[in-house]
């Protein structure tokens, strides 16, 4: 769900377009955006994950291996696929002002020539979050 559904319950069409971008890396990575902690130990949440490999340029270790059964490793299709999450996590950024329409979204996805702005933090991460993350993987 958006943060400002979450905090304020504003429903909005940045909303949804939030809701597109989680949906996208649901289809991409074939992961499910509810994960949470458990007993055992802490799981990344489908956003962070996404995130942390944007960030270092691994976003091809989030993709889903049923999705890429017959092209891998197929360098154009991975450089869509990489560019469909840039696009998920524009949809996700944390300020629904910074987010883009649902029209700029779909032109995004459909033209592969333009060049896409940097996405922000998403909500509930943030440099601090992400090496907690990384501290608590390697215990």
Known sequence: MAPEYLVHGQLTEKADVYSFGILILEVVTGMESNRSKTAEHTIDSLLSIAWKHFKQGTVEK?????????????????????????????????????????????????????????????????ELTMELNNITQRL
């Open 62 to 126: 989030t993709f889903d291996p049923n999705l890429m059964m017959h092209v891998y490793p197929n360098i154009n299709f991975q450089k869509d696929v990489t560019r469909v999450v840039h696009v998920a996590l524009l949809c996700t950024q944390e300020a629904p002002s910074l987010r883009p329409s649902m029209s700029a979204t779909l032109k995004m996805l459909a033209k592969d020539d333009d060049v896409l702005p940097a996405p922000s933090n998403p909500p509930f991460i943030n």
